[in-house]
């Protein structure tokens, strides 16, 4: 397999997804301002991703996939605003900085997630509105709703007296798993690949947001140093079901990397136009923060 630098990789595609998403919230009103202090910090795993399959399947144009890539970047960013609020997970701080809803109040917080959501999609259907893009925005509209993310947030914050393995992979798959598959199908979708790739690359998809949930949970626990910060069990303070508090550490880390095993193995049957999501994979699998 070809060398990839992914450090200097992810570095690259972020800075392209951060200028863009500057340009987005240029010469607006003052409330996109309000709604930018959420959107301006982030790792941009999403559109990363999205961005490496329209790659991978061929796309040549950066400009095509962009308003996709940032619009996904959007939707994760309302859904963080929203977890972090009083009613939700009550968290202080999101990316290094007080929540939005400390920051202003939770009122501005609700509306700057009403806001980021709506804006995604003007961004999936900015310009021409091609097969491509409807097609794009009838696979996210499903995966972020009450078939996928939102129904993850309601059974994450619903009382668990006894924690179980089903649970956790149904908050997973639907809160975590099925949004990092339709960013890596989105990409292939803009790029015009065949369908049966398409629906291959959402499967091997859902194995990376599996190993991405487990590595958050374990990372919550184990911290970035690799030493004990917390202790194994339910996240936080919240009563949130977390891998840790099932399995065990290892017993998480094993089942991170059987993902991680999967995940790569599907990424590979589609040739080395793809190395870059299953470097992308390993780089999940071994990250600390």
Do not use: W
Not at 75 to 83: A, R, V
Not at 136 to 163: C, F, H, M, T, W
Not at 202 to 211: D, H, K, R, T
């Amino acid at each position: 397999m070809q060398d990839i630098d992914i450090i200097t990789y992810l570095k690259n595609k972020k800075e392209l997804v951060d200028v863009a998403l500057g340009k987005y919230f240029a010469d607006k009103n003052s409330f996109f301002d309000t709604m930018y202090y959420s959107v301006d910090s982030g790792k941009r795993i999403r559109p990363i991703l999205a961005i490496a399959s329209y790659e991978s399947n061929g796309g040549r144009d950066i400009d095509a996939i962009m308003p996709v890539a940032c619009g996904l970047e959007l939707i994760h960013t309302y859904s963080l605003i929203h977890d972090d609020l009083p009613a939700m997970d009550n968290d202080d701080f999101r990316r290094g900085k007080a929540s939005a809803h400390k920051q202003y109040n939770e009122a501005i917080a609700i509306l700057s997630g009403d806001g980021l959501f709506a804006y995604a999609f003007e961004l999936f259907s900015m310009g021409d509105t091609s097969d491509e893009k409807l097609a794009v925005i009838n696979a996210v509209s499903e995966v972020v709703g009450p078939k996928g993310v939102v129904y993850g947030q309601v059974l994450d914050i619903s009382e668990n007296e006894r924690p179980q393995p089903k649970m956790l992979r149904r908050i997973h798959l639907n809160k975590t798993a099925k949004f990092i598959a339709v960013s890596i199908q989105a990409g292939a979708i803009m790029a015009r690949a065949t369908s049966e790739k398409i629906a291959g690359l959402y499967q091997a998809g859902i194995c990376l947001g599996m190993l991405f949930q487990y590595t958050d949970d374990i990372l919550d626990v184990v911290g970035k140093k690799g030493e004990l910060g917390k202790t194994p069990g339910k996240d936080k303070a919240s009563g949130k079901i977390a891998a840790p508090g099932i399995y065990g550490i290892e017993g998480a880390r094993f089942r991170a990397a059987r993902y991680a095993a999967l995940a790569k193995g599907k990424f590979l049957r589609f040739g080395s136009d793809f190395n870059i999501l299953v470097v992308l994979t390993d780089f999940v699998l071994n990250r600390t923060y």
